[in-house]
């Protein structure tokens, strides 16, 4: 099945730990983004990428950190100095950015602090 | 700034009616609009989208109406199922831009 695997599902950061979340797409898709969904609230841009080797900022990007080195990989690393993480994060991707294709979601990683 | 916002943030429907969802967008050129549905503890799911030069669209059960004059995007559910209990959320997209602007959500039940 083509689709956005996110990983691990649930996960847990300690104080001053950078810990990193995976997304894996198979659709072939150029564009990849990273949100953070907060209870109650919409989902908030962290960063995206248009291509491979190319990311930008989005509106939240303080504290989290991304790599494109791969077409099918975005990483995103939320570090110590995230200072509120706790948060439900969501990958997607989509054909290209600017062109009007819907994005498509994984499942999320729920991120809790110990 | 610009803003996606919705009239309701819950929504109750007795199970076999017709729902609405509303959703008010402030950014006049906004180009592109998706309704998407996120059930609890997973990723939101596509639904149905729609381009500024058309103000109706129809899916299977679902239709999106567009209201460029007033800046008003509708989501309209046919004969509601209990599967249909979720949050629904519009996004909208500018002509040029990158980024996809979400609104908070509607929580939408469906009554037995």
């Known amino acids: 099945d083509g689709g956005i695997t996110q990983s691990p599902k649930y996960l847990f950061r300690k104080e001053g730990q950078n810990v990193t979340l995976s997304c894996e797409q198979n659709l072939n898709h150029d564009a990849m983004y990273w949100y953070r969904q907060d209870p109650g609230q919409g989902l908030r841009l962290i960063y995206y990428?248009?291509?491979?080797?190319?990311?930008q900022k989005g509106d939240i990007a303080e504290g989290y950190s991304v790599s494109r080195e791969k077409k099918e990989s975005f990483p995103l690393t939320v570090t110590s100095a995230q200072k509120n993480p706790t948060a439900f994060y969501l990958c997607?991707?989509?054909?290209?950015?600017?062109?009007?294709?819907?994005?498509?979601f994984g499942d999320g990683t729920r991120l809790s602090i110990l | 700034g610009e803003s996606v916002g919705l009239h309701l943030p819950t929504l109750s429907v007795q199970e076999g009616d017709n729902s609405i969802i509303n959703c008010a967008y402030s950014n006049s050129a906004s180009d592109y609009f998706i309704w998407y549905k996120q059930e609890s503890g997973k990723g939101p799911q596509f639904i149905i989208d729609i381009r500024s030069n058309m103000d109706k669209r129809q899916g299977q059960r679902v239709t999106v109406l567009l209201n460029k004059t007033v800046k008003h995007l509708s989501l309209q559910i046919a004969a509601t199922q209990p599967g249909d209990s979720a949050v629904y959320f519009c996004a909208e997209k500018s002509l040029g831009n990158e980024k996809l602007t979400f609104g908070t959500g509607t929580r939408l039940t469906i009554i037995p």
């Open positions: 990428s248009q291509i491979v080797n190319d990311f």
């Open positions: 997607a991707s989509s054909l290209g950015t600017v062109s009007n294709q819907p994005q498509h």
